[in-house]
């Protein structure tokens, strides 16, 4: 597609329940990114793929976390037995390679999928 | 330490005036790049501008200009003739070359108001 696109937009749930984020990166990019940006904060890295590489796993922030990519296309990102503090804009981004310096690896984000967990 | 420091929480500029948000970075690579994007109400990420750490010349896109800063470790966003659609959050972020992630490194943002 033309950019990222992530679903839902929304999302309400309970305490305890399972959620999953979806995200469509850009067609042709290897490099897929998961952000969480809490209420007035800065962007938290979460998880990121590159092409059929081992993710980087090592900004989740506990095990209740998850992510999945298969291939260099959709991503899913999995939150199990939601917590309040789990409340926030998950965004997605791609790019075309990871890690490259040059302005041309520059990161295009979705819209976000907003979790609030009650 | 943060590795990206933005000290300005929230700024207001007439329209049609210049105004400069800071970032102030910290890495001790010689190799990295620093972006900076914004976020209106919207939440979407939008690309602005990037810098090299090893371009001579500022960066420019259209309104928007890096006043880098290599020694001091600064890469401030100068937008000139702000415009009533700037009012956003702006993120400064930095890429190390040698970072174990490979990812982008936010600071926690700049929140412009531009006053008619």
């Known amino acids: 597609g033309a950019g990222v696109s992530q679903s839902p937009s929304n999302k309400v749930t309970e305490k305890g329940k399972d959620v999953e984020l979806r995200c469509d990166p850009i067609s042709g990019h290897t490099a897929l990114y998961w952000y969480r940006q809490r209420l007035g904060q800065g962007l938290e890295f979460l998880i990121y793929?590159?092409?059929?590489?081992?993710?980087?796993k090592s900004g989740l922030p506990s095990d209740r976390f998850s992510a999945e990519r298969t291939g260099e296309s959709v991503s899913t990102l999995t939150i199990q037995r939601t917590q309040q503090e789990d409340s926030a804009v998950y965004l997605c981004?791609?790019?075309?390679?990871?890690?490259?310096?040059?302005?041309?690896?520059?990161?295009?984000f979705g819209a976000g999928s907003r979790l609030t967990v009650l | 330490a943060q590795k990206i420091t933005q000290t300005q929480p929230g700024m207001f500029v007439q329209e049609k005036e210049a105004v400069t948000l800071d970032c102030t970075y910290d890495t001790s690579d010689q190799s990295y790049g620093l972006f900076w994007y914004k976020q209106p109400s919207s939440g979407e990420m939008i690309f602005l501008i990037y810098q090299g750490s090893y371009d001579e010349q500022n960066a420019t896109e259209g309104r928007y200009s890096l006043n880098f800063q290599k020694a001091r470790k600064s890469a401030n966003l100068v937008i000139s003739a702000s415009q009533l659609g700037d009012s956003a959050m702006y993120f400064c972020a930095m890429r190390e070359a040698g970072g174990s992630q490979g990812n982008l490194i936010f600071g926690k943002g700049t929140k412009l108001s531009v006053k008619p």
């Open positions: 981004a791609s790019s075309l390679q990871r890690g490259g310096l040059s302005g041309a690896n520059v990161l295009t």
């Open positions: 793929f590159q092409g059929n590489s081992a993710p980087d």
